[in-house]
């Protein structure tokens, strides 16, 4: 009966931290969306990629394919650069 107890609470335990994670995750999302998304937010968010390990594999047809059609034009941070000059 001890056994399934704390097999019982190492269940619950789980089931916690994921919807912890998931809840977390959908905030940082939410905030991250937001045109006025803070720096602190984005921080947050690849800390929590990083902390628990998750990567991705970027293949070509996803997102850095627009950059590479695109590698004529300048990039946002580049036009900030040429007004200051």
């Given at each position: 009966?001890?056994?399934?107890?704390k097999?019982?609470?190492?269940?619950?335990?789980?089931?916690?931290m994921?919807?912890?994670?998931?809840?977390?995750?959908?905030?940082?999302?939410?905030?991250?969306?937001?045109?006025?998304?803070?720096?602190?937010?984005?921080?947050?968010?690849i800390s929590?990629l990083k902390d628990?390990?998750?990567?991705?594999?970027?293949?070509?047809?996803?997102?850095?394919?627009?950059?590479?059609?695109?590698?004529?034009?300048?990039?946002p941070?580049e036009?900030?650069?040429?007004?200051?000059?």
């Amino acid at each position: 009966m001890e056994i399934k107890q704390k097999n019982k609470k190492k269940h619950n335990a789980e089931s916690l931290m994921i919807d912890l994670m998931y809840q977390v995750t959908e905030e940082l999302m939410r905030r991250i969306s937001e045109p006025d998304a803070s720096p602190s937010d984005i921080r947050n968010a690849i800390s929590l990629l990083k902390d628990n390990n998750i990567t991705v594999d970027i293949k070509e047809g996803e997102i850095l394919s627009i950059v590479n059609e695109n590698k004529d034009d300048p990039l946002p941070f580049e036009a900030f650069s040429k007004e200051a000059d």
